[in-house]
C-alpha cells in the first residue's frame, strides 16, 4: 500500500485536529508480531467521517452460532479487515468474510 495514503502509514489530518480535542475512555499497550503499538479508545459526539474508518469487522451468525477466525498465532478474531478506496462498509464486510472464510453473505 502506498504510504504517501492517509491510513495507509501516515495519518489524517483532521482526525488528529478530532482526536487532539478528545481525552481516550481507556488504553492499552499490545504486542503485535513484531510491534508494540498503543491503542487507544475515544467516544466522540457523532460518528468519524467515514474515510477515518480504514477497517471493518462484524459478527456473523450461522445456525445460532458466533463465526471466530483463527489466525496464524491461534488467536481468534471475528471477520473483517481493511477497507479498500470507496468500498462501504458493507461491501467490506461481506468481502473480507468471503476471503476469510470462503462464504457468500446476505442479509437476514
Do not use: K
Not at 478530532?18 to 499490545?30: C, D, F, G, H, I
Not at 510491534?35 to 450461522?62: K, Q, T, W
Amino acid at each position: 500500500m502506498p504510504a504517501e495514503r492517509p491510513g495507509y502509514g501516515s495519518r489524517y489530518p483532521a482526525l488528529v485536529d478530532l482526536l487532539t480535542a478528545l481525552r481516550p475512555v481507556t488504553t492499552e499497550r499490545v504486542r503485535w508480531p513484531g510491534h508494540v503499538l498503543d491503542v487507544a479508545a475515544y467516544l466522540a459526539p457523532s460518528p468519524p467521517l467515514p474515510e477515518f474508518v480504514v477497517s471493518v469487522r462484524c459478527v456473523v451468525g450461522v445456525a445460532g452460532r458466533v463465526v471466530v477466525c483463527e489466525t496464524p498465532d491461534d488467536t481468534h478474531v471475528i471477520p473483517g479487515g481493511r477497507r479498500e478506496p470507496g468500498e462501504t462498509f458493507e461491501a467490506t464486510a461481506r468481502r473480507e468474510v468471503h476471503e476469510e472464510t470462503g462464504w457468500q453473505t446476505r442479509r437476514s
